[in-house]
C-alpha cells in the first residue's frame, strides 16, 4: 500500500488528504484494500454507492453496453438516453431532464436554465438567493452559491448577484428578496453543511414566495435525493414541488453522471438549441447506469428498505446519544444521519478506519453517515460496536 501511496502522491495534484487505504474491490457493503483488509462501508464514496458493490445485475447491464456502444455526442439520439431521460422523468416529478457528468455540473445547468428564463421573460432578474453552509459543487457558478469561506476565498471574485440567507429561517429569505432575484436554491436536506434538514414550513414558505414573486426554487437533491431520505426525492416528502432538481451522486450507483430536471413550463421558457451543451452528457454507458439504477431501486423497492433500516439507525443512534458523553446529537433521517460528537470527528474517522469501518464528516464535528441503500440491520448493528467501542 505504501508504494501505491508515495506513488500517488508524487503524481496526482494534492487536492485531498486522503486516508491512509487503497482499495481494491467490493462486494455488497464491504470493500477490501490492497492487503486484503475488509471494511464496513458507511461512506458510499460519499453517497455514491447506493447499490454497493459488484452487483450483478447493474454490472451485467453495463458490461452488455460497453460491448455494444459507449459514446455518440448529443449530435445523435440513442436508445439508452431516452430510457433513462424517462425513467428519471417518472421518478423525479420533472417534465424535461438534461443529463450532465457530475453534480456541480447540474446546478451549473439549473443556474444557467434560471437565467434564461428570466431573460426570456424580458425582466431582466439575475440574482440568487443561496443558503449559508449550503453546498453546491466547485466549479464557479456553483462554488458562486456555495457559502463556506475555505472552498470561495482564494477564487473570487465569483459570479456577482448572489445573497446568502440562514437554512430555515423564511423571514431571512424573505430579506433578501428584490426585484433582481431570479431564483432560489436550496438543498432540503443539507449533506457537507452538517446533516441540517428542511423543516415543512420553511419548505412550503419558499415555494409560496417563489409564486407570489415570479422566483424559481431550485432543489439540489444531489445528496439527499435518490431514496437517502426514504423517499426517491426529499423534496416528495414535503408537498412542495420545485421548478428545477438537480440530481447526482446516487443516479449511476458509481459511474459519473448527473442531470438537471425542468418543469415543463420552465423548460419551455429557457433553454434552447445552442444554449447549453456537453460533449460527454446523455452518454450511452451512463445512461444504461441510470436506467438499470432506476429499474432496481423499483423491482427491489429500495425506499421502502431505506425507510425501514433508517428507522432502526435513527432508534440505535438515539440510544447512542443518551448513553455515551461523546455523542452530542443525531440529525437527519433514513439513511442520510449525522452524529454531532463532543470532540472532533476526524479522530474518530481515523479509529474507525483502523477498525475496518469507512466513515466520513460534515463540518469539523459530525460523522456524516451514507452507506449504501442497501445496509441491512445487522450491518448497523456491526458498526454501532465499532463506534460505541470507540467512542
Ligand atoms: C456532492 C454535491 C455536489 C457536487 O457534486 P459533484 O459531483 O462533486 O460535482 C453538489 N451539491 C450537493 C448537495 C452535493 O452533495
Given amino acids: 500500500m505504501k508504494e501505491y501511496m508515495e506513488a500517488a502522491d ?17 462486494e455488497g457493503v464491504y470493500l477490501y484494500d490492497t492487503e486484503g483488509k475488509k471494511y464496513l462501508d458507511f461512506a458510499a464514496g460519499i453517497a455514491v454507492s447506493g447499490l454497493g458493490y459488484a452487483d450483478p445485475e447493474l454490472g451485467g447491464a453495463l458490461k452488455d453496453q460497453i460491448d455494444r456502444l459507449m459514446h455518440t455526442s448529443n449530435l445523435y439520439y440513442n436508445t439508452a438516453c431516452v430510457n433513462a431521460a424517462r425513467a428519471l422523468i417518472k421518478v423525479s416529478g420533472m417534465d424535461r431532464v438534461f443529463f450532465t457528468n457530475s453534480g456541480t455540473e447540474a446546478n451549473e445547468g439549473a443556474l444557467k436554465a434560471a437565467r434564461k428564463y428570466a431573460w426570456k421573460k424580458g425582466n431582466g432578474r439575475y440574482e440568487f438567493i443561496a443558503m449559508k453552509d449550503s453546498f453546491h459543487g466547485r466549479t464557479m457558478g456553483a462554488l458562486s452559491v456555495t457559502e463556506h469561506e475555505a472552498y470561495r476565498t482564494p477564487f473570487e471574485p465569483l459570479i456577482p448577484g448572489v445573497r446568502f440567507a440562514e437554512f430555515n429561517n423564511l423571514e431571512s429569505v424573505k430579506a433578501l428578496v428584490t426585484d433582481q432575484t431570479c431564483a432560489i436554491i436550496l438543498e432540503p436536506l443539507q449533506g457537507e453543511g452538517g446533516i441540517h434538514m428542511a423543516e415543512p414550513e420553511f419548505m412550503s414558505g419558499i415555494r409560496k414566495l417563489c409564486d407570489e414573486e415570479g422566483i424559481l426554487m431550485i432543489c439540489d437533491e444531489i445528496q439527499c435525493g435518490m431514496g437517502r431520505t426514504g423517499s426517491m426525492f426529499a423534496w416528495q416528502s414535503y408537498g412542495t414541488k420545485p421548478d428545477i432538481v438537480t440530481m447526482a451522486k446516487a443516479i449511476g450507483s458509481g459511474v459519473p453522471v448527473g442531470a438537471f430536471g425542468l418543469t415543463k413550463e420552465v423548460a419551455e421558457y429557457s433553454l434552447e438549441p445552442g444554449d447549453h451543451g456537453t460533449t460527454y452528457g446523455g452518454n450511452p454507458f451512463a445512461c444504461v447506469a441510470v436506467a438499470k439504477t432506476l429499474e432496481i431501486f423499483e423491482t427491489r423497492d429500495i425506499c421502502a428498505h431505506v425507510r425501514e433500516v433508517g428507522a432502526y439507525l435513527t432508534e440505535q443512534l438515539d440510544r447512542l446519544v443518551n448513553e455515551c458523553d461523546a455523542a452530542a446529537e443525531r440529525r437527519g433521517v433514513g439513511l442520510i444521519q449525522g452524529l454531532k460528537l463532543t470532540r472532533p470527528a476526524a479522530d474518530t474517522i ?42
Fill in 350 to 391: 481515523s479509529r474507525a478506519l483502523e477498525e475496518g469501518l469507512l466513515l466520513i464528516s460534515a463540518r469539523s464535528d459530525v460523522i456524516r453517515l451514507v452507506p449504501p441503500l442497501i445496509i441491512e440491520k445487522e450491518h448497523v448493528d456491526e458498526m454501532l460496536l465499532k463506534l460505541r467501542k470507540i467512542l
Fill in 10 to 26: 508524487g503524481s496526482l495534484v494534492h487536492t485531498y488528504n486522503r486516508f491512509p487505504v487503497v482499495l481494491e474491490r467490493g
